[in-house]
């Protein structure tokens, strides 16, 4: 059974870079078949797409978070990372990885559970 | 961009009747592959979301049949033929057409 797990500090200082990492287990991160992406959730909002990368390392990002957005994956260690730059409160949010599957029409298929991360002094 | 837009962003509704949630797209969905990249979500209260729908009308596995999704172009419908107790959460629409947006989610409720 696939897994998805966030993990990173919940607390980052405005200003600062949030960096977080999902690590899959029970499968490759390695498959033609699939793309790996980040979603957020604010406290008591809907969900934003942040970004998704494919095993190859190419990435998409959301035009509203591009210029702050990296994404990256480590298939020797099945995990893909985030880092998003500058960080103020209104990044503070549930963070979701989630693997999206080319066979469902690229829809996010397996979910982790998520993370909070506050953006605070 | 393409934006989504759901409706109604709220929906009280009686055990064992029918709902529905709209979504219609800023522009058409349909990929220069001929598919259209568009699903729907169900986010259980401290849930993650669940996948339930994928290209306007395919059930994901284990998604019960009272689920049923239809659509093209910009305009989509979930309908959910008779609600269940298990069903109050929000749903949201996506498109993967183009990079990949939400809309903003529709709660169901029970009345």
């Known amino acids: 059974q696939l897994q998805l797990q966030e993990s990173g500090p919940g607390l980052v200082k405005p200003s600062e870079t949030l960096s977080l990492t999902c690590t899959v287990s029970g499968g490759s991160i390695s498959s033609s078949s699939y793309y790996w992406g980040w979603i957020r959730q604010p406290p008591g909002k809907g969900l934003e797409w942040i970004g998704s990368?494919?095993?190859?390392?190419?990435?998409y990002y959301n035009p509203s978070l591009k210029s702050r957005v990296t994404i990256s994956v480590d298939t020797s260690k099945n995990q893909f990372s985030l880092k998003l730059s500058s960080v103020t409160a209104a990044d503070t949010a549930v963070y979701y990885c989630?693997?999206?599957?080319?066979?469902?029409?690229?829809?996010?298929?397996?979910w982790g559970q998520g993370t909070l991360v506050t953006v605070s002094s | 961009d393409i934006v989504m837009t759901q409706t109604p962003l709220s929906s009280p509704v009686t055990l064992g009747q029918p709902a529905s949630i709209s979504c219609r797209s800023s522009?058409?969905?349909?990929?220069?592959?001929?598919?259209?990249?568009l699903s729907w979500l169900q986010q259980r209260p401290g849930q993650p979301p669940r996948l339930l729908i994928y290209?306007?009308?395919n059930r994901f596995s284990g998604v019960p049949d009272r689920f049923s999704g239809s659509g093209a172009g910009t305009d989509f419908t979930l309908k959910i033929s008779r609600v269940e107790a298990e069903d109050v959460g929000v749903y949201y629409c996506?498109?993967?057409?183009?990079?990949?947006?939400f809309g903003q989610g529709t709660k169901v409720e029970i009345k």
């Open positions: 996506m498109q993967a057409t183009q990079l990949t947006t």
């Open positions: 989630a693997r999206h599957d080319v066979l469902v029409g690229v829809s996010p298929d397996y």
């Open positions: 990368i494919y095993y190859s390392g190419s990435t």
């Open positions: 522009q058409s969905l349909v990929h220069s592959d001929g598919n259209t990249y």
């Open positions: 290209k306007i009308s």
